[in-house]
């Protein structure tokens, strides 16, 4: 089946503009995430949602939100970009965990960003 | 905040030999995975630790979880230039089930010399 689906792959934006990021999960998987990865920070968490509520929230400032729309795919934005965005962002999908299950993260390739 | 501190960072190993890389937190987790990424690729899961104490072996890899579900280690045994890549550890806090706020270690690159 088709994994998850990040668009678009690459882009170049200047300080001060705004992105948005599509997450496209795979096909029956309800539960959404995002995380930035940078070199020196590693990978971290920005949000996850399921059924288009946010359920958790990482430690980033107000200029990073999301949402998650009925078909389960997701969107994240940034606004006024500064250069320590540059990174790449990726998304993962996965099934609503039973029980003390822990679930696997299924991640798209990601979109890299670089701020100008 | 919970952290995951992943030694080494760096590792550039002949093939054939073995290596051990740890991830170290303070905090306990409710379970504990590990991933492999790949250059433009995102992770992939290679194990999921649950029981402090358990090990699992996944062909060459063992990946074991501390008694006390704080830390782990992925040892793998005559490596191989396809295990080349970033490794990451990552804990899931007690928080719960459902809870899909994963903290990521600060990951460990290998690379494996033909």
């Known amino acids: 089946k088709a994994g998850v689906t990040q668009t678009p792959r690459y882009l170049i934006k200047t300080r001060g503009q705004q992105v948005t990021l599509s997450c496209s999960p795979i096909s029956g998987h309800r539960s959404v995430s995002w995380y930035q990865q940078t070199p020196g920070q590693g990978l971290q968490f920005l949000f996850e949602y399921f059924s288009e509520t946010q359920r958790n929230k990482g430690n980033f400032p107000g200029r990073f939100s999301g949402r998650q729309f009925s078909n389960s795919r997701s969107e994240m934005n940034v606004s006024t970009l500064e250069l320590g965005d540059s990174a790449l962002y990726l998304c993962?999908?996965?099934?609503?965990?039973?029980?003390?299950?822990?679930?696997?993260?299924?991640f798209g390739e990601g979109s890299r960003l670089t701020v100008l | 905040t919970q952290l995951l501190e992943q030694s080494p960072q760096f590792l550039s190993i002949q093939e054939g030999e073995n290596l051990t890389v740890y991830c170290n937190s303070s905090?306990?987790?409710?379970?504990l995975q590990w991933y492999r990424q790949e250059p433009g690729e995102g992770p992939v899961l290679l194990v999921t630790v649950v029981t402090g104490g358990e090990v699992k072996k996944l062909k060459r890899l063992t990946f074991q979880f501390g008694d006390a579900r704080k830390d782990s280690s992925l040892h793998i045994t005559a490596a191989q230039p396809g295990d080349t890549g970033l490794y990451l550890c990552?804990?899931?806090?007690?928080?719960?089930?459902?809870?899909?706020?994963?903290?990521f270690g600060t990951g460990t690159r290998l690379k494996v010399l033909a």
């Open positions: 990552a804990g899931a806090p007690l928080e719960g089930p459902g809870t899909y706020k994963y903290i």
């Open positions: 905090s306990v987790f409710s379970s």
């Open positions: 993962a999908s996965t099934t609503y965990p039973t029980g003390a299950a822990t679930g696997e993260l299924f």
